[in-house]
Every structure is written in C-alpha cells, then in structure tokens.
C-alpha cells in the first residue's frame, strides 16, 4: 500500500466492527484482575496494547508494512482517540519497525485507552498526588462482568472450543496476544 493513498471508503472500513470497544481498550480490560478492580500482574500491559493498536490499524488499511518498515496512511484517522493518536505519532515519526513500534511510547497509548474506558464507564478514575507533589491517576474497575465475560471468550478461542474458521477475528488477536504474554511470563521475561 503506497503511504499516500487515500483512506479506507466506507465499505472498508465495515470490515472492523463498530460500536464496540477498540482491540486496545479491550484489551487494557483483560490486565485487569475482576475481584481486586485494578490492574494485576501485567506489567506488558502497554505494550499489548501497542501491538493490538497496531493490528487494528493494519485491519482497517491505514497503516502497512514496506520492508520491515510501519508505513502510514497520511491524514486517515479512525475515530478512536488511541489508534488515532498513534497514527499521528506514526506521521510524524522517522520509518520504525514494526518491533519498535511496540515500544515506543507505549506508555502514552495505554494513558490514552484508561482514559477513554473511564469516560466511557468501564474504569473509575480516581487523581491523587503522591508525596503531596506528583500528581498521579489511579483506574479501577467498573464493569468486571464485562471483563469476565471478555475472558472466558478468549480462553474459549485458546482452548479450542471452536473451529478455527468460526472463531472471530477480533477473538484471535486478543488471544494470541495473551497467550504470548502468558508465554513470556512462563520463560522469566514478565507476569502474565
């Protein structure tokens, strides 16, 4: 796909489904342990979903792979604040790698997701100051059974329960991702 080509039409963009949470946000809520209501154990949580964002633009055609490289779509946005500000930051970047992308500034991206599930109601939002002085904001979980359910449908997909060719692509990204995570964690390089 050339960088300058213009974006998806309509009819391509139905290929992801809206109305529903983005792959990130969805994600960001799989990190989150339903009986504590925070975050537990994740601490690849910015970079899954990095790399989710990064499969939801590749869906949506805004962004392609040119040897090796992330290439951008110029000015095609998507709507969604997370995968909208990282297709600013791809046009505004040097040529990164797909690897790299992962990474870089990832911290920034998962920020931008707890926000949005917070002003959508799935997060409380909750600003404290640490020491009296740096201002930080702490996310708990509002809707865990939203999130119970989100995981027993990826541990369907990752146990089999359905044929490989019924289960859903979105489904299948959430749980390659988290079987990688998990993996990872099972070799020293992290929590799962």
Same mark, same amino acid.
């Given at each position: 796909?050339?960088?300058?080509t @213009?974006? @998806? ?17 969805r994600?960001?809520?799989?990190? =989150? ?9 994740? @601490? ?5 979903v990095?790399?989710?964002?990064l ?15 992330v290439?951008?779509? =110029?000015?095609?946005?998507t709507?969604? @604040?997370? #995968? ?12 990164r ?15 931008t ?17 640490? =020491?009296? #002085? =740096? ?9 865990a ?7 027993a ?17 979105d489904?299948a ?14 070799a ?5």
């Open positions: 796909m050339n960088p300058r @213009p974006a @998806p039409t309509l009819q391509e963009e139905a290929l992801v489904p809206h109305g529903s949470l983005s792959l990130p946000a994600l960001c809520l799989l990190g =989150f342990d339903t009986e504590k209501g925070r975050v537990s154990g994740a @601490p690849d949580l910015a970079l899954c990095r790399a989710a964002a499969v939801e633009l590749a869906r949506r055609r805004i962004i392609s792979d040119v040897d090796g490289v290439t951008p779509v =110029f000015d095609a946005r709507g969604d @604040p997370v #995968l909208d500000e990282l297709m600013e930051l791809a046009e505004e970047s040097r040529p790698s797909w690897r790299t992308w992962i990474g870089y500034r990832s911290g920034a991206g998962l920020d997701v707890r926000r949005q599930l917070a002003s959508e109601g799935y997060l409380s939002a909750e600003r404290k100051r640490v =020491f009296g #002085l =740096f201002p930080v904001t702490r996310y708990g979980l509002e809707r059974g939203y999130v119970e359910v989100l995981r449908e990826v541990l369907g997909v990752l146990e089999g329960a359905e044929p490989a060719e019924r289960v859903d692509e489904d990204v959430l749980a390659a991702v988290k079987a990688a995570e998990a993996a990872r964690a099972s020293g390089g992290g929590a799962g």
